[in-house]
DNA sequence: ACAGATTAGTTTTTT
DNA sequence: ACTAATCTGT
């Protein structure tokens, strides 16, 4: 049979070996370049082979990514069948949706994203009146989200804090946990944690549905296992009681999730969870040169908490890996995007050749302004990025509160977007009235429109009867309602205006615009518009939302436009796959469970930025790794934390992003860098000491020339510091001599101001320029004003007009 | 009620 | 530096 030898060609004999097992436990340790995926892909084809059907077939990874790589491989070897391959969140989403009501939501549960999260994390902490503590909400939902992993509900962490009295900050934590897991359901809504999480729970307090899905599942094969947190481990252990027919497959040296919860654990202990487990190791690399992968192979190896593993290349030897040395981080974005783009004129290579890979997001920017100046595309891979824009949250929240009419954070993100009236005081009161009933924002508008207003000669009349002990006893209870706890007494509430009071304050005009939003709302509907992007442009449409949001003619407008263009197209993709099963909850699950990887597009021709956990299972010709710099990588956090464990995390995550290269291998470091806008003097990484390179230096004059030896961080931060605190001596009136200079910093500016120019202000009048400050947007400019007052502003936004010199 | 100006807080990594 | 929250004037 053809199938037969496409199944195991060209495979090496431990590979053959994984594709072949059939039942019983199975533990790939696969190092990086290795062919895992290969594997898993003929693994699953040559189950199906002996006769397993597709439907008892899980695979499981980690980004939607591999997901769809996989799913399109699998396709290849088996066209027709329907394996499932998914994420953890995605398949855990899509069984829980059948069963929501379990787990007391319904079907049409919203999937809340981080800012939502937030969003409710702040109300909590409003709510508690603990918000003058400053509390980081974002510290608070961190925090959440590791309990959450580590599966632990609400109920027993508080109950932990009220034994051994924990830390102030758990103690926060512990009260604000079960008030937010409580407005989740509120707005029948799950967070990313809850899908594992009501997942876990399901399987656990339901023995025969745990036990169907482990017979339905009969085999289940688990990719990235060492990145797998308490929740995952406690599903995958789930479904494979009955069917221990479970092959995970991954590799302890690429763990670089722990910070999220992942136990690296899981991989190592797989052997003592499964007795009978067979192990296999591929130990063989296919990707890189012999040299990239000796200078990776020496740096893992100062890994002390670690099994020790070979790698191994039949590949040639290639060149060096290369340490480039620059002055500056501008200088090493300029290096890098000169050393792209010279290769790809000489023809020696394409953009998407190349991957720049950094520590942390932030560090992109640099390297794209220096790729655009260059003219050499990319793509930077950011992909959740596009659902935080706000005119795309705001037709994702319309779509949101059509499908789910309780999220209330739907509801107050769009109620008044466009204006339509419905202020701030106007919603409060419906919030009230809301919680007395019980009822959800959306309901409560719906019913509240209804009640009639009673005329008002009569409310004043009973208002003047009663105003005075109302109002004394309104003040009474919210005195108490400040340090007394939070704990519902019903006689407390007889002090509080009723539902019946706070329906009259809500004017009949209000009422009115009410009713027109809940209608508006109403008469959206899938259904009514066939198709999910049909539904977005009704939406555009009916609310008029490009009147008020997207009509101007600033670079801005034109960018949401597109945006909301582009949004519309992946609903319309969206539309096309999911063809007659399209439902607003699955395109909602595609839009909040994106990950920045997921938009990467091999085929696209760019060259790829990305950080280097995004970089995880891709692989380039070239890789340039930038920032290879003492609180970088390894980061300041994993050095403060003193926790050797961290480190070597940090060691792993520069090991993943090396052995992405297959020819070629760029380390960089910059000797100044700018830190959150002022230049700091790097030291370089203690990385560099454990792996071997060749030391190259970047010069202004961007050629790279051989050094003898490396040398230390010469004193140039003091240069820079001085030439910046010369340059604001140099009036900028002139814009066209800087032009001439080239002095791009001046060209920039949307205005200059010098020294003892007249300015006029809106607000405080005439003054005179006495100092000027910073570059570009950080440019500032001080004026003192007739009033001898002296105000500093920064020249990109503020109202300031030259009206002459002195 | 709203738009524009100003200020405050925040960044490691992500499903 | 970049956004979200707040302030302020219309």
Partial sequence: MSSDTAIFDGLTPPQRDAVDHFEGPLLVLAGPGSGKTRVITRRIARLVERGVHPRNILAITFTNKAAREMQERVDTLLPSSR????????????????????????????????????????????????????????KIAARMSRIKNDLVDPESFKRSMDEHVGEPFDMVVSQVYPRYQEALLQSNAVDFDDLLLHMVRLLGDNPDLREEFDQRFKFVLVDEYQDTNAAQYAIVRMLAVNQPNLCVTGDPDQSIYGWRGAHIDNILNFERDFPAAKLIRLEHNFRSTKQILASADRLIGHNRLRKAKSLITDNEEGCPVRLLRAPTSHQEAEGIARIIQRTCEQGDGRPSDFAIFYRVN??????????????????????????????????????????????????????????RGLGAATINRLQKWAALQGLSLFEAARQIVNTKNVRKTKIKKSKASRSKPVDDEDELAEDENLDADLSFDPSEFAAEPTADEIAQKISAAAKFKLKIFV????????????????????????????????????????????????????????????????????????????????????????????????????????????????????HERAIKSDDPKQLEEERRLLFVGMTRAMKVLYLTTAQVRDERGTPRSTISSSFLRECDFESLELTATGLVSRVDEPHEATDRLAELKKRLAQAPNRPMLTTGAALLNGSQEAAELPQCFAVGMQVRHPRYGVGTVVDVNGFAKRRTVTVQFADERTESFSVAHCPLQPIGMR
């Fill in 83 to 138: 394996v499932w391959v998914s994420t953890f969140h995605r398949f855990c989403a899509s069984l829980l949706r059948r069963r929501a009501h379990l787990i007391g939501l319904e079907s049409n549960f919203a999937i809340f994203d981080k800012s939502d999260q937030l969003q409710i994390v702040k109300q909590v902490l409003g709510d508690l009146s603990l918000d003058e503590v400053r509390i980081s909400p974002a």
């Fill in 519 to 634: 209608n508006l709302i109403e008469g959206f509907s899938l259904a009514s518009a066939g198709s999910v992007s049909g539904l977005l442009k009704t939406i555009v449409d009916k609310t008029f939302y490009s009147k008020h949001y997207l009509s101007g003619q600033t670079e801005q407008d034109f960018e949401r436009r597109a945006n909301v263009a582009e949004l519309i197209s992946a609903a319309a993709q969206y539309d096309e796959v999911a063809g007659d099963e399209r439902t607003l909850s699955g395109f909602l699950e595609t839009t909040s469970l994106v990950s920045d990887t997921d938009t990467v597009d091999p085929q696209a021709g760019k060259v790829t930025l990305m950080t280097l956990h995004a970089a995880k299972g891709l692989e380039f010709p070239t890789v340039f790794i930038v920032g290879l710099e003492h609180g970088l990588i390894p």
């Fill in 362 to 419: 932030s560090m992109s920017r640099e390297l794209e302004l220096a790729l655009t100046r260059h003219r050499v595309a990319f793509q930077v891979a950011a992909g959740a990025a596009f659902y935080d824009r706000s005119e795309i949250k705001d037709l994702l929240a319309y779509l949101r509160l059509i499908e789910n009419p309780s999220d209330a954070l739907a509801f107050a993100r769009i109620v008044n977007k466009p204006a």
